[in-house]
């Protein structure tokens, strides 16, 4: 495939070259340019170390480290050759290694690419904020690992064994890297190939169904979405909408007049004053000064993030009682 300047009417072909007469290093240039915009070659991703290594051969370093948002880690390997000699056997190795990885471990080591990155993020907030966990589910972290090979371009033997490790479930993918000179200028073209574009829509909606079924069998992570005043909520976000919703429509005198309401199976996740959502327990409760909620007894209170499927069910069946309209979306 070529790039083309358009210009007065005419297609003038760009020159396509390579990040070596370019004088592009891997690391120092297509790294840390990859590192800063990672949605060109991995959309949907968090990068959270960089030439990660927490092992005893300090030699092996993944180049790039990520989750994304199903809470998967993402290996990513790069390369600015020709064949992306073996990168294939490293990354699985790699991802072998890193299989294992809590979600402590994640959050110790995004502290640290935070710290050397100059960013003012607070790593476990952003990361639960990123794959939309709370802390009642975080065990549902890193259940599975990804790979992403980004090269100048790919030898056959490579793309053989990656088309074979995509037949075996392996959820791995190459993007070609094809630099073009313009003028003073290096553009870059990255281009899925593996698998192609119009196969991994069905892939992904395969993937995703697998998950729910095995969440389901297995009591684990719950993708369970809700259409609310057509707009589409996960379980923590649409318990706060319905739950405001209806103070405002009702309301309550005080907290315990609000809490009365509701059954005792969801009663303990409505919310606290704000008063006592100390620093141990801010992360499990919507805190942000535009989701408090004044009472008219004064109270200010916080509505809880912790919603199982169960306990979110319950609240809306709860509500419908009251004309709230809630309806599942289909996965």
């Known amino acids: 495939m070529s790039l083309y300047n358009i210009s007065n009417q005419n297609l003038t072909a760009l020159k396509k070259t390579t990040f070596a007469e370019a004088g592009l290093h891997e690391r120092r240039d297509l790294q840390a340019a990859l590192k800063q915009s990672i949605e060109a070659i991995a959309p949907d991703c968090l990068v959270i170390s960089e030439e990660f290594s927490d092992w005893e051969d300090s030699r092996r370093r993944i180049d790039l480290l990520a ?5 998967n880690l993402v290996v990513i390997e790069l390369k600015r050759d020709e064949v992306g000699a073996h990168m294939e056997l490293q990354a699985l190795r790699y991802a072998a290694m890193i299989s294992n990885m809590t979600f402590d471990k994640a959050c110790e080591y ?12 607070d790593a476990r907030e952003a990361i639960l904020d990123f794959v ?9 972290f890193g259940n599975d690992v990804r790979i992403v090979l980004a090269s100048a371009d790919f030898g056959k033997e490579l793309t053989t064994s990656v088309l074979w490790l995509r037949d075996k479930q392996l959820d791995i ?3 070609r890297l094809t630099p073009y000179q313009y003028n003073d200028d290096i553009l870059i073209n990255a281009e899925q190939i593996i ?8 892939q992904i909606k395969f993937r995703e ?9 297995a009591g684990g992570r719950d993708y369970s979405r809700f259409k609310y ?3 589409t909520y996960n379980k923590r976000n649409l318990a706060l909408a319905l739950i405001t919703d209806w103070i405002e429509a009702h309301q309550p005198n005080s907290l315990s007049d609000l809490l009365e309401v509701f059954d005792k199976d969801i009663r303990r996740r409505i919310a606290l004053p704000i008063s006592d959502v100390t620093d141990g327990k801010v992360k499990r409760y919507h805190s942000s000064d535009e989701d408090l909620i004044e009472l ?11 919603w199982s499927i169960g306990s979110v069910t319950r609240l809306i069946e709860v509500v419908s009682q009251y004309g709230f309209e809630v309806t599942k979306v289909d996965s």
Not at 209 to 217: T, V
């Open 209 to 217: 169904k697998r998950a729910e079924q095995r969440s389901e069998s």
């Open 132 to 140: 939309d966990l709370d802390e009642s589910s975080i065990d549902d």
């Open 296 to 306: 008219d007894s004064g109270e200010v209170i916080a509505i809880s993030n912790q």
């Open 173 to 175: 993918t190459c993007v």
């Open 195 to 202: 698998p192609v574009p119009e196969a991994e829509e069905y």
């Open 110 to 121: 995004f502290d640290r690419y935070i710290t050397a990155e100059g960013l003012e993020l």
């Open 67 to 71: 989750i994304d948002k199903n809470a």
């Open 229 to 231: 005043k057509d707009q």
